[in-house]
């Protein structure tokens, strides 16, 4: 594969494993579907979204026959089993399918087919009608603590940024390929930072925090010192500036951010947006767009995403 094909078209999605066991296969078959344009983003919404009311409902269903729904038997618990196991687990059946959609975040390149599959489903998703799916056991008939609701997208649900978080920690590490140039990490980190900007952009789910704008700020314990490290400090600024950038060379994203900053003047240590942080980032963009010291494509990169953050502030003014 040449470096032209590693930036523009998909990557292996790495779906299937070989301790895969029924229910992976069933669920990676449906999100395979989904990519290949086998079923539209609106059908796999809701045919996922019935897979997991459906086994939610059953193992409610079958819980309630037992003599003891709240217990387990001690032949179960002789065997080490779990009262979840057997419990409805509706948020166990997101835990288990959204890492893989994080994963494949990094497959496709900024607006790919593939990546726009991911989002529509996403949206799709978020769309469905408000509904109940049993989380646990009830306590009695008219308890529903037991109960979650159906899609909660938006600030809030901090269960799936934490499986973006963990994602995110495969590609970005200290000395991580991310600073071999054209490698295939570097392309991943880039795919999945432009895919993420999009979810977060349309607040599907917040990942602000895992943007590698972030990576970009001198102060960041992240950024690499160029003089101590004369090869890799640039080459490692370089990936993620082109990763940075997709946070701010598209138009809905850019204007995201842009308005996000807008909002506060200083930021604190866990905060991605400020007005100072946007300031500190254009400095960035124009620092490694002229610096011969930085990659090709980050300065290629850079230039654009730093005539970008100028062209939101004239946008701004004019309105």
């Excluded at 032209?4 to 070989?18: E, K, P, Q, Y």
């Excluded at 400020?274 to 990659?295: C, H, L, M, N, P």
């Excluded at 850079?302 to 100028?310: F, G, P, R, T, Y």
Aim: aromatic letters at 10%; proline letters at 6%.
């Amino acid at each position: 594969m040449t470096t032209d094909d590693i930036d523009s078209r998909a990557l292996s999605l790495n779906l299937f494993a070989a301790d895969d066991d029924e229910e992976d296969i069933l669920y990676k078959r449906k999100l395979q579907d989904l990519i290949n344009g086998t079923v539209t983003p609106s059908e796999a919404a809701v045919d996922f979204d019935a897979w997991v009311v459906q086994d939610a409902n059953g193992r409610l269903k079958e819980l309630l026959k037992r003599p003891d729904p709240r217990n387990l038997t001690p032949e179960e618990e002789a065997k080490g089993m779990s009262l979840r196991a057997i419990a409805p687990n509706a948020s166990g059946s997101i835990d288990l399918v959204f890492p893989t959609i994080a994963k494949l975040c990094s497959a496709f390149p900024p607006f790919h087919p593939g990546q726009n599959a991911i989002i529509q489903f996403l949206e799709a998703l978020r769309a469905l009608p408000e509904h109940q799916v049993p989380d646990g056991i009830p306590d009695g008939e008219e308890d529903d603590s037991h109960l979650i609701t159906l899609w909660p997208f938006g600030e809030d649900w901090m269960a799936l940024t934490e499986i973006f978080r963990r994602e995110a920690e495969e590609y970005s590490y200290p000395y991580s390929d991310i600073e071999t140039p054209e490698s295939e990490t570097q392309v991943r980190w880039r795919n999945f930072q432009s895919a993420i900007a999009r979810i977060t952009a349309l607040g599907l789910i917040n990942c602000g925090f895992l943007s590698a704008l972030g990576d970009i700020i001198p102060s960041s314990s992240t950024y690499s010192d160029l003089e101590k490290r004369k090869i890799g400090g640039p080459n490692r600024i370089s990936g993620d500036a082109i990763a940075a950038a997709q946070w701010i060379m598209w138009p809905d994203e850019g204007r995201f951010v842009y308005q996000q900053c807008k909002k506060l003047d200083e930021t604190g240590p866990r905060a991605m947006w400020s007005q100072e942080r946007w300031e500190v980032w254009k400095e960035q963009f124009a620092f490694i767009a002229g610096d011969e010291r930085f990659t090709p494509k980050a300065r290629v990169a850079a230039k654009l995403a730093k005539e970008q953050m100028i062209g939101y502030e004239e946008e701004d003014k004019s309105v």
